[in-house]
């Protein structure tokens, strides 16, 4: 079937931050990214300032407001710091708007050409759920540093093994999830790729569906999270009421050796969610047997799943805000292409003994 709305890759994830310099140390110094351009006062941007992280093919942008008033300081006071743009490489920026625009989606900003002495970049952007945009941008004619007007920074981070986003989440309000798969489908082309019920992704208390939507060419991957009825308030009514409506919740970024990675993460004080040891007890009955040792999973906290194509392992932080919003997941793909349904009854009863902690169960 043909493509009806191409998009080479995600060309960065941008998020809006109340402190972008201390958020860029952050990262840089936690996930090991290094830091590659920047955009402030220094460079002529008298509002806002910019920090570019990059690792492999995935690349964080960091955005602060420098001035009160700035419609990006309102957002932030909104939502605390949230993901903004998860935005597409696409061939024709023109086109790609026009498209979708004309499909239904709403724009949110007009086509425009930015250009220094390093050449020009295109770039639009239209609406998804809640504060959200995609970004729709073209950087063929461009070689210099991220954006017209950045500079080029060099501060390395020290890389874990970090390649590239393999899936992003948005958590929508209780009724509106099919809303946004329809907006998926009919504006982006995108497939449902699978679908989890109440019955699949439920615990004693609280439970929530989703759905998979994929781009043309697989390699876009959006699960989209609505609350279900449950006995306790879900994990998603809880990003909802704290993030002020709908959101990205959590960032998978993908890895070829997972237990480096989360070694590195973890001796660099990134906290996960953690699993009873029981858990390491039933799981080689579960997935058959893996190449690592269960123990050293176990130490810390990897979980793992199997589909027909093979297994995966993963693991899920902590929030990575004061609000219990936005958190990343670490994921390895040893042939599996699903998302680890498996653990979502041990996962999800983690989360809650967290909420608990929260008093927001
Ligand atoms: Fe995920």
């Not at 004080?269 to 858990?279: A, D, E, H, I, M």
């Amino acid at each position: 079937m043909a493509d009806s709305f191409p998009i080479r890759r995600i060309d960065h994830v941008r998020h809006y931050v109340n402190n972008a310099r201390q958020a860029s140390y952050f990262y840089q110094n936690v996930f090991g990214f290094n830091i590659t351009a920047y955009n402030g006062l220094e460079t002529g941007s008298k509002n806002q300032v910019d920090y570019v992280l990059e690792q492999n093919d995935l690349r964080l942008v960091f955005s602060a407001p420098l001035r009160p008033g700035h419609p990006m300081a309102h957002a932030i006071s909104e939502h605390g710091d949230f993901v903004q743009d998860i935005c597409f490489e696409v061939d024709d920026v023109d086109w790609a708007h026009k498209t979708a625009v004309s499909r239904g989606a709403e724009s949110g900003a007009e086509p425009v050409t930015w250009e220094d002495d390093h050449g020009t970049v295109r770039y639009a952007a239209i609406k998804t759920y809640g504060n959200v945009v995609h970004g729709l941008i073209n950087r063929d004619k461009y070689n210099g540093p991220f954006l017209p007007g950045y500079r080029p920074e060099n501060i390395p981070g020290d890389p874990i093994g970090l390649i590239e986003v393999d899936h992003c989440v948005g958590n929508v309000e209780l009724g509106k999830m099919n809303t946004w798969v329809k907006w998926y489908e009919d504006v982006l082309g995108f497939a449902n790729l699978i679908s989890f019920d109440d019955k699949d992704i439920s615990t004693e208390f609280t439970s929530l569906m989703s759905k998979v939507m994929a781009s043309g060419n697989g390699r876009v991957k959006f699960p989209i999270n609505e609350p279900a009825e449950g006995k306790k308030k879900s994990q998603i009514d809880e990003f909802l009421e704290f993030f002020g409506g709908p959101g990205v919740q959590h960032v998978a970024m993908r890895t070829d050796d997972i237990i480096h990675t989360v070694s590195r993460l973890q001796a660099r004080g990134l906290s996960f969610l953690k699993v009873p040891r029981t858990y390491y007890e039933a799981l080689e009955e579960r997935v058959g047997k893996i190449d690592e040792n269960i123990d050293e999973l176990a130490e810390l906290g990897i979980l793992v799943d199997r589909d027909d194509e093979g297994y995966l392992l993963q693991i899920f932080s902590k929030p990575v805000t004061d609000r219990p919003t936005i958190f990343y997941e670490i994921i390895h793909r040893k042939g599996a292409k699903s998302f680890g349904k498996g653990n979502f009854k041990a996962l999800f009863e983690s989360i809650e003994r967290e909420q608990e902690l929260r008093g927001t169960l």
